[in-house]
């Protein structure tokens, strides 16, 4: 059975900091693909990074600078680093895996205050 554990959202000031994390379990391919995808109310979900088994990664323009996204790939964790936090950055996080096929994650709430 395949679960993917998001923990690390929550309520911070503007400028603030969170971690997210996102550990996956009972995936018997290879993880290719990992990334953390936002969705505001009204508003389609984005692709906020991605990162390759390679360790290539990408990134929304808005967050380049302040979000920085790293993978374990011995725990099959991937992991959000989010400073300069801004009140457009609130939204729900949902992380994605793709290893054989395509996993997404319950989704953290993030809610920057300003």
């Known amino acids: 059975q395949v679960q993917l554990v998001e923990s690390g959202g929550g309520l911070v000031q503007a400028g603030g900091s969170l971690r997210l994390s996102c550990a996956a379990s009972?995936?018997?391919?290879?993880?290719?693909?990992m990334g953390w995808y936002r969705q505001a109310p009204g508003k389609q979900r984005e692709l906020v990074a991605g990162?390759?088994?390679?360790?290539?990664?990408n990134y929304l323009d808005s967050v380049k600078g302040r979000f920085t996204i790293s993978r374990d790939n011995a725990k099959n964790t991937v992991y959000l680093q989010m400073n300069s936090l801004k009140p457009e950055d609130t939204a729900v996080y949902y992380c994605r895996v793709q290893g054989g096929h395509d996993y997404w994650g319950q989704g953290t709430q993030v809610t920057v205050s300003s």
């Open positions: 009972g995936i018997i391919f290879s993880i290719n693909f």
């Open positions: 990162i390759t088994s390679g360790g290539s990664t």
